[in-house]
């Protein structure tokens, strides 16, 4: 059997390039170097690993704690500038879920969420700004109306973080930036969008219970709940919980139920302050 000399290291760099040579050829062809006179050396002698490959991992370890305790810090930053002052109270730590919700579930409340913040007095909680901003760079009214919304803290995020930008020049009236975008509702229901709550109630209760309105009105429907007037979401939400379970459009009974009710919790949480 041939032997090969091991290589006599004399700096940290030399014994760092030499290691790599050794993991490209592999330790079956090639054993690690010797460690260079020091604390490497004394490392090797105190902790003897009974494997090239051990060894050569041990010393790669500690060359690289090594060399990032030698690296020093480079000149200090110009501090950050704070954003401007927002006097507004921020919004309850509780929106924060329910714009999560609003997401998950129900994107069609979106608009009409941040719209509700700006409406009650409030800012976006610091949490929600980044991933609203990001969500709607493609859309110049609705990261606009989020600009609104956060206030001091969303100008101060953009100009620091680019990609948070919006990504259309387009810049919307401010009318359209405060008007809630409008949906598609038959004129029947439209007809009521204003009318008495046990009205709104009984009309799509009776119409669930008849199977006059069943899967395929869905998103009229849904449409119909996001825009109906505040006081007639929980009792049309009642309403819906005693259609016959028995009926085919349950389902959609109680999904209309669950839309209701979170657009009710919506406009709780984002009182007036």
């Known amino acids: 059997m041939t032997l090969v000399a091991r290589p006599v290291v004399t700096d940290l760099h030399d014994h760092w390039d030499t290691m790599v040579t050794v993991a490209l050829l592999g330790t079956d062809r090639r054993d690690p170097p010797a460690p260079p006179a020091g604390g490497l050396a004394d490392l090797a002698a105190d902790q003897p690993e ?4 051990q060894r050569l991992l041990q010393q790669v370890s500690a060359i690289t704690i090594v060399r990032r305790a030698g690296v020093l810090p480079g000149a200090a930053l110009a501090p950050v500038a704070a954003p401007a002052v927002d006097p507004r109270p921020v ?3 509780g929106a924060t879920g329910t714009w999560h919700r609003v997401i998950e579930h129900w994107q069609v409340l979106s608009d009409e969420f941040v719209l509700a913040v700006v409406q009650s007095g409030r800012r976006l909680a610091p949490e929600l700004v980044p991933p609203m901003l990001r969500r709607y760079r493609s859309d110049a009214v609705r990261h606009a109306r989020v600009l609104v919304a956060a206030g ?8 620091l973080m680019p990609p948070l930008a919006c990504a259309t020049r387009k810049r919307p009236s401010p009318e359209l930036v405060a008007e809630l975008p409008s949906l598609a509702i038959t004129p029947e229901l439209a007809a009521v969008l204003s009318a ?3 009205q709104v109630a009984s009309m799509v209760a009776d119409g669930m219970s008849s199977d006059e309105w069943g899967v395929s009105h869905r998103p009229v429907l849904i449409n119909f709940v996001a825009r109906v007037q505040p006081g007639a979401l929980l009792p049309l939400a009642a309403a819906l919980d005693r259609v016959d379970p028995s009926r085919p459009s349950i389902g959609l009974a109680f999904s209309l139920a669950d839309l ?11 009182e007036p302050v």
């Open 50 to 53: 009974p494997t090239p490959s």
């Open 91 to 93: 919004t309850p730590p």
């Open 260 to 270: 209701a009710r979170l657009r009710h919790h919506m406009f709780t949480e984002l």
């Open 196 to 198: 008495p709550a046990d």
């Open 152 to 159: 001091p803290l969303g100008e101060w995020l953009v100009d």
